[in-house]
Each structure stands twice: as C-alpha cells, then as structure tokens.
C-alpha cells in the first residue's frame, strides 16, 4: 500500500514537472517575421504560446490601418476621403485625430497633420523633390492649423489636406500592443519604422535599443539606452532629404515657416507608454529644439534623448540607462 502511494506521488511530481516544462516551453515559443506596411518595413519578435497568431493579426491589422484608415494615397482610406471633400468620419479614426488635435495644440502646433499641402510641394522623398518659391510655402502653409474636428465631423479649411506621416507608425504600434496583450504574448519588439514597440508581460524585463548615428550606417549606434516596455520613436533629419545648390533640406518642416526645421538637433527619441505620443512627440521636439521641448515631455510624462548638430547628446532630466557607443559622440547633461 505505501509502494503504491509513494508511486502515485512520483508520477503525480513527474506530472507536474512536464506540464512546467511545456508550458515554459511554450510561453517561450517564439516567431520573427517582417512585411511592408505604411511604406516601410515592419519586423516583429515575438515569443508566447501564440506568438505566430499575433504576428499574423498584427500583419494584417497594420495592412489595414494603412489602407482602410491612415494612408493619403489608398482611395479607401478615411484620411483619402477627407483630403477630397468627404466630412464625416467613423468613430475609430475620429477618436485617433481628437488625440491628435490635442497633441498639436499642446504642442503649440510644432506638430500639425495639416501640412499635406506643404509636404506635397516640398515633394521630399518623391524622387520630384524641390526648394519651392517663398509665395509657394507661405499658401502652403497658411490655415494649416486650424483644420476642425467635433464628433465624427471633420472639417478642413480650402486647400489644407491631412498627412499623418508623423504619427501613423506609433500609431501601429498601440495597435500592435493591443493585439500582443490579446494574444498573452510574454514578450515582443515590433518594429514599425522608426518607432519601436517594446512588449513584455514582466514589468522588471529591460530592453537594450541603439539610437542611431545620424551619420552613420543604421547599425553604428550613437549611443545605447536600457528601457522596460514601452513605446520608443525617433524623428532624424538624416531619414529623407535631398540636396540642392549646396545646402541639405530634410522631411521634418517648422510649421511656422513652412521650410525644414532648424532648432540645432540632428535627432529626437522619445519614450513613452503610447506610441501615437511617441511618434507626435519625437517630431514635435525636432522642431522646437532641446529647451522647447521639455515643458511638452512633461506634460505627456514621455522621456527623450537628443543629438545636437555637434554630437551632443542630452536627455530629459533623470533619464537613466544611457550608454555613449561611439566617441564622436559626447553625453552633456
Ligand atoms: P517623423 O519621421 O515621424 O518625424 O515624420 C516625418 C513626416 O511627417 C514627414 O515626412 C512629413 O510627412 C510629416 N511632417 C513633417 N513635418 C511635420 C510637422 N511639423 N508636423 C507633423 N507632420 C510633419
Ligand atoms: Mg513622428
């Protein structure tokens, strides 16, 4: 009788041991892929019992936001139908442009989506691109800012189209977050552009991210940070630009001015719980410069690493877990 007893508990132990190894074995089961979405490239490493299913559905769902929602090209999209006289709006994209008027208001308007005719003129990244007249800016600017939006009904100015360029890949990463957390992923980076989602179910878990050298190759980082999950998007001078007569003209415009901004930065990473913030943000500080910007990343409780046109890096006050990876650079606060 004590035999059998002690056998019985052996193989409940045995048991018990295996289902704790399948199931580690299981949440550590992991899938990395990469397709084209939002005219980039978006790679994903995802480890969790379902990390394929989630690859999948982050897949097809940033597809979608793309053509169906954000794009200005995709006959389909929302921003599409507004930019050609459509008004009223489903409730989905209504409530991402109320957070986005909201970001370009406390922002001071140093982000505004309201540029499209401004980008299209300037033609960056096109292949076409051009310096155009000062008459030509200064219509292309103008009411700019002052696009409405009031429940499902938007309303844009003459002449003034939505270019969510500066938000939409933070944009698919709160999408991406929301499916990983669906999924019970442990752990992920996705990778939608320059904006990086950081997922991870232990809150203690620290991911190693390399900002780039903007003069670099894009694996020569400037320096390396250390950050538990979050979102991270960095905004650089060097992403696109085209040269004329001598002198460099990159994507990132000073609404004000309506020519590329020039507040002494090179590149702003900005690391935020939200992506949408993270993506506005790090645009957002490219134009106002270091000072400018730390009342906005306070006010989103978001962090920032900048890199000034002399290599100089700064970061928000108590920023911790920055490593200089390339002495051309200098850590200054
Ligand atoms: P990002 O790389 O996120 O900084 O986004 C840059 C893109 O956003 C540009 O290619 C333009 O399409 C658009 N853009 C440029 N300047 C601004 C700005 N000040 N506010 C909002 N969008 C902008
Ligand atoms: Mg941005």
New binding site residues.
């Given amino acids: 009788m004590k035999n059998k007893v002690i056998t019985a508990a052996a193989v409940l132990c045995a048991t018990v041991l295996v289902a704790i190894i399948a199931f580690d074995f299981f949440m550590s089961a992991s899938f990395s892929s990469s397709f084209i979405a939002m005219n980039t490239t978006v790679s994903a490493d995802i480890k969790g019992l379902k990390a394929e299913e989630a690859y999948r559905e982050i897949s097809e769902e940033l597809k979608w936001l793309d053509s169906f929602l954000l794009s200005r090209t995709s006959e389909e999209s929302q921003i599409y139908k507004l930019n050609n006289g459509k008004t009223d709006i489903d409730p989905e994209p209504a409530k991402l442009l109320s957070s986005i008027k909201d970001i370009e208001e406390k922002s001071n308007f140093?982000?505004?989506?309201g540029?499209?005719q401004?980008?299209d003129l300037w033609g960056?990244?096109t292949g076409s691109a051009r310096l155009p007249r000062a008459d030509e800016i200064s219509s292309a600017i103008k009411d700019a800012e002052k696009w409405q939006i009031s429940g499902n009904t938007v309303d844009l100015p003459d002449g003034v189209k939505l270019?969510?360029?500066?938000?939409g890949?933070?944009i698919g990463c709160d999408y991406a977050s929301d499916i990983l957390q669906k999924y019970k992923c442990k752990s992920a980076v996705v990778a939608v552009?320059?904006?990086v989602l950081l997922h991870s179910t232990d809150k203690d878990e620290v991911f190693t991210i390399g900002i780039r050298n903007p003069k670099g190759d894009i694996n020569e980082p400037a320096a390396i940070i250390e950050i538990k999950a979050c979102c991270v998007?960095?905004?650089?001078t060097y992403?696109?630009f085209f040269e004329q007569d001598g002198k460099r003209y990159h994507?990132?415009?000073?609404?004000s001015t309506g020519y590329p901004?020039k507040s002494g930065l090179q590149s702003v990473t900005v690391i935020s719980s939200s992506g949408l913030v993270s993506?506005?943000l790090?645009?957002?500080c490219?134009?106002l410069g270091f000072e400018e910007s730390l009342p906005l990343l306070k006010e989103f409780d978001a962090q920032a690493v900048f890199i000034t046109d002399e290599n100089k890096v700064m970061t928000t006050p108590d920023f911790e877990g920055l490593k200089i990876a390339d002495s051309n650079f200098t850590l200054v606060n």
Avoid: M, N, W
């Fill in positions: 140093s982000f505004c989506v540029l499209g401004l980008t960056i990244g270019d969510l360029g500066a938000a890949k933070g552009g320059g904006s998007s960095t905004s650089g992403e696109r994507h990132i415009f000073d609404p901004a993506d506005a790090s645009t957002a490219l134009v």
